[in-house]
């Protein structure tokens, strides 16, 4: 908050609280709060250029799922039509096989027709045989030629002769009939093997054609399941893009908020350097009317001096001792390679619930579920003019929101489980000049920061 001293006041204090109290200077000072600003811009800047870069993965991937989807949409209406083919096809061969079947019905019944027709033909030419075997060896047919010899005169004998005329042409034209009659049937039979065949060819064929369909919608199918991997892989680049588009836009929020905290200092700081000059003045002022109090008021200005050189040197600490453990258990994990790939934070282990503390104060620039890392939150801290980021994981409950302030040593959420983990711990990792990147470029080991 700034500070608002009146000329008066001034005027009052200037022979005591000025030259008897030391002045209380910032634990920053303006020479370092503008180096602050200068990195805070720097690294606005380097976020506004991750961000431009995120956007324009996103929107290249999305594009990319834009000619995915149009890609499935033809496949679909290509195996749509091969399955109607197919359909069609199959009915078409049920169809075949309806009509080969009763062919073969046709065939069987035509074939016992024919069967019978040979036996009742077989049977007369056994007769009209034993007719002519019978004429021939006695000149002639034995009961045609007691017909005629028992004529009672010769009127009724040709009349006799007539009649036997007339039943040897009977059989005749009876067995050339069955003669006729057999033919036909076996004509009728070849047709309806022919038709049988010419049905089988068909059958053959949309056999052929409906394993060349099936064989087309298994490659659509195939195909199609590239692409839907594809668009699903697409889609998880999105998300990660878009996650990490959020994390960057709640950095550059808490860029901003830090900013706007150092430019607020740096005023207050010049304010109250402004303030403590004209106090100053006053009491020199005053101090030349009193001739007595002088030497006190030398001495005290150059107490004030000392004072605030050493509350000035202060300022900068070392590395160790800036972020406070996080959280009480065991180390269980190290910073480094570990089974074949790289830790990029330390674990602490603990029972599910354990509180887990803000390890500097800051701001909170994401509190939500991230890959891998389950229920995580990132806070932001600028700390001796250099900006870091600190990160929890695998949480079981989250308790601070994004652009929320914390204290260090403030508890923000619980020990867990969540994400791929292999049991409750907390997965705490510490990154400089900037926050959480998602190749962790610029992660350190943490346990040089405690």
Known sequence: MKKTIKPVLVAVLAAGAILHTPIQTSAKSSSELQSEINELQEKQQENNSKQSELESQIDNAESKQSENQAEQDSLRAKLDSLNNKIDKNENALEDKETQIDETNQKIEKISGEIVDTEKDIDKREDKLSDRLVSLQQNGGDVQYL????????????????????????????????????????????????????????????????????????????????????????????????????????????????AKEDAQSQQADLEAEKKAAAEAKAAAQKAAESKESSSSSNASTSKSTTESSSASTSTVKSAEAGIFSWPASGTKSSGFGARWGTFHYGVDIANAIGTPVHAAASGRVSYSGTMNGYGNVIIVEHSINGRAYGTLYGHLSKREVSVGESVSRGQEIAKMGNSGVSTGSHLHFEIHVDGSWNGAKSNAVDPMKYF
């Open 146 to 257: 007691q017909v005629l010899m028992g004529s009672k005169n010769f009127g009724d004998m040709i009349n006799r002769l007539n009649a036997v005329t007339t039943i040897m042409d009977s059989d005749k034209e009876l067995l050339n009939g069955y003669l006729e009659a057999k033919q036909k049937l076996e004509d009728q039979k070849q047709e309806r093997e022919d038709e049988k065949q010419n049905l089988q060819d068909q059958k053959d064929k949309l056999v052929s054609i409906k394993e060349d369909l099936k064989s087309q919608a298994a490659e659509q199918e195939d195909l199609k399941q590239q692409l839907e991997d594809e668009y699903a892989e697409l889609e998880d680049q999105i998300l990660s893009a878009e996650e990490q588009e959020e994390l960057v836009r709640n950095q550059a929020e808490a860029l901003r908020v």
